[in-house]
T-cell receptor, first 115, second 115 residues
Framework: NAGVTQTPKFQVLKTGQSMTLQCAQD?????MSWYRQDPGMGLRLIHY???????DQGEVPNGYNVSRSTTEDFPLRLLSAAPSQTSVYFC??????????????FGPGTRLTVL | AQTVTQSQPEMSVQEAETVTLSCTYD???????LFWYKQPPSRQMILVIR??????QNATENRFSVNFQKAAKSFSLKISDSQLGDAAMYFC????????????FGEGTQLTVNP
């Protein structure tokens, strides 16, 4: 199993450009989520999904869109990049049931810089 | 809304010594999960230990143990016999029982291990 994969690992954008961060998992996890990590602020939830066709907003959703057409993939779209979106982005997945089986697995992260 | 606070931005410990990282949280829920994640320079998020709030016994995983004080809403991580490989950013995280797998993270504590 590859686990949770993210592409690209690094990206530089100009203000106003759009792009999609890719996330895929091969563990048949129902739950997938996107976090952003900023210095001194820990990880904050952007959007999450509990299954194909179902998404919901997290703590900091503005400026981001998501969709979940398959169980495996959960892309994050930046509609019009802003310098405030400079951050490290993590995708995570897990089974949905509560208990020991719902440990979240994180991808390696994408470092995004918006100039 | 739940909040998680780590009041120690940086900590250091001598190799082979013991160090304790602090975490407090705020919630109105009676049942929930608490986690400690480790993030080494590779950026990968690694689950260190988890605690179910309904369990009175403190969780342990080899050299890692927690001191869970439910009434005080405190969840500290003790690392015994510290090793150079323990150097990392450590995040405390909370998950309510009915929130799927949504995690709320603290700000993080950067741990340095001195040889």
């Amino acid at each position: 199993n590859a686990g949770v994969t993210q592409t690209p690992k690094f990206q530089v954008l100009k203000t106003g450009q759009s792009m999609t961060l890719q996330c895929a998992q091969d563990m048949n996890h129902e739950y997938m989520s996107w976090y952003r990590q900023d210095p001194g602020m820990g990880l904050r939830l952007i959007h999450y999904s509990v299954g194909a066709g179902i998404t919901d907003q997290g703590e900091v959703p503005n400026g981001y869109n998501v969709s979940r057409s398959t169980t495996e993939d959960f892309p994050l779209r930046l509609l019009s990049a802003a310098p405030s979106q400079t951050s490290v982005y993590f995708c995570a997945s897990s089974y949905l049931a509560a208990g020991l089986t719902d440990t979240q697995y994180f991808g390696p992260g994408t470092r995004l810089t918006v100039l | 809304a739940q909040t998680v606070t780590q009041s120690q931005p940086e900590m250091s410990v001598q190799e082979a010594e013991t160090v304790t990282l602090s975490c407090t949280y705020d919630t109105s829920e009676s049942d929930y999960y608490l986690f400690w994640y480790k993030q080494p320079p590779s950026r990968q998020m690694i689950l260190v230990i988890r605690q179910e709030a309904y369990k009175q016994q403190n969780a342990t995983e080899n050299r890692f143990s927690v001191n869970f004080q439910k009434a005080a809403k405190s969840f500290s991580l003790k690392i015994s016999d510290s090793q150079l490989g323990d150097a990392a950013m450590y995040f405390c995280a909370y998950r309510a029982l009915d929130s799927g797998s949504r995690l709320t993270f603290g700000e993080g504590t950067q741990l340095t291990v001195n040889p």
